[in-house]
Each structure stands twice: as C-alpha cells, then as structure tokens.
C-alpha cells in the first residue's frame, strides 16, 4: 500500500529565502509524482509533473526533483515571495500527503 | 482550453439525505477521479471513472457512488449523508485511464458540503 509523507508540516521563512520541501514514498513502482499548490479552501493547482523517468523538473522558481530508488522527492522554491504563502502537496499515483503549510513573511 | 469544473461550489445538508456533485473534465480529458478532503489533511481518493465505468476505488463505503457521463462529466452522489461527510470534494480529471497515469491531473475548485 503506498504511503505518501510530508516533512516538514508547516514552514515559516522570511521572504527571499530559498527553500526546501520534502515528500517521501513507500512503493517505487510509480508512472510519476506530481507537486500540487492549494490556497486555503480552494482547489489544486498543479505546480510540477515529475515522471518516473525523470531526474527533475523546473518551473520558473520551483524545481522538483525526484529519486524513485530512495523513494524521495523534493520542491525547491527559490527566492520566496509572501504569495508563496499556501500548502504544497505531493501526490504518487492517487494517494497524497497531508501537505506542507508554507508561510512566506514579508 | 477548459479547465475542470465543479457544481456546485458549497452545499449545507441534512444528516441522512442524499447529495449530488457534479463535474466536468477538462477538454481533451477522458478519465474523471473524485477526493474527499477533510480540514487539514490531503485528499483521499474515492474513485476513478474511465469509459463509463468505475475503474479504481479507494477505502470508502458503497454510499458513496458514481457516474461517468459520455462527454466524459461525472457525478458524485452520496446516500445517507453522515456528519462526518462534511468536506471539500475534489474533481479531478487525466488522460488515459491509468491511476495515476502518465499525464498528471487537473483539479476543479472543490464543492464544500456541510452536513448538519
């Protein structure tokens, strides 16, 4: 059964700091993880697609890396501004974790 | 493009009803999965529905049912309503039909239902 965690679950950096988020998973065998943002009480927006052939992705400020033999990946936000400010999630096939609560101080 | 639609956006029902959510994929999407997601955890997964039919399910009770449309929309309907259904349900739609496919998804804005 595949498990999907987040560390750590809330962050708070002063704005223009670099930072690091942290999924882990439990079974390897996946098609590819993919990094969500969600504002408070509103849907998910898709931030990266990492597939499992994949070393990283990038986007703008946000690179994602994935290491499917350790079962990890990572969300670097480079640069951080207050409208960072939500909760970013990793998903593995249809499970999620609970997400980190990133808060960017100005 | 459209993106993924959701109706509708809050909804307050009674202890023992019956509710219908509805969603409609993104053009180009065939395959419609469904979240529930209760404050301050990640979603969880209910099911998936590809060519009409429900192709994947995850730990929730037979009430909680589902309908893939030809056009690809979907409902969601939940039978015998329990205050604990009180949550943000997630539409979420993909190509292919694979659980977690190659192609990624994309999310709706979420129905909040309240049961009282």
């Known amino acids: 059964k595949q498990e999907v965690t987040q560390i750590p679950a809330a962050l708070s950096v002063p704005e223009g700091e670099n930072l690091v988020l942290n999924c882990s998973f439990t079974?390897?065998?996946?098609?590819?993880l993919q990094w969500f943002r969600q504002d408070p009480g509103k849907g998910l927006t898709s931030l990266l697609l990492?597939?499992?052939?994949?070393r990283e992705q990038t986007s703008g400020r946000l690179n994602a890396s994935l290491d499917k033999s350790s079962g990890r990946s990572t969300l670097y936000i480079a640069a951080s501004q207050p409208g960072d400010s939500a909760t970013y999630l990793c998903?593995?096939?249809?499970?999620f974790g609970k997400g980190t609560k990133l808060t960017v101080n100005p | 493009e459209t993106g993924v639609t959701q109706s509708p956006t809050h909804l307050i029902k009674t202890r023992g009803q019956q509710v219908t959510l509805r969603c409609s994929s993104q053009s180009g999407h065939n395959t419609v999965s469904w979240y529930q997601q209760a404050l301050g955890q990640g979603p969880q997964f209910i099911f998936q529905y590809y060519r009409e039919e429900e192709n994947g399910r995850g730990n929730f009770p037979p009430r909680f049912s589902g309908l893939q449309f030809p056009n690809y929309s979907s409902e969601l309907n939940v039978n015998a309503l329990e205050l604990d259904d009180s949550a943000l349900y997630l539409c979420?739609?993909?190509?292919?039909?694979?659980?977690?496919?190659?192609?990624?998804?994309?999310f709706g804005s979420g129905t909040r239902l309240t049961v009282v």
């Open positions: 990492i597939q499992s052939s994949q």
């Open positions: 998903a593995v096939k249809v499970v």
């Open positions: 979420a739609s993909s190509r292919g039909g694979q659980l977690g496919g190659s192609f990624g998804y994309t």
């Open positions: 079974d390897s065998a996946i098609y590819n």
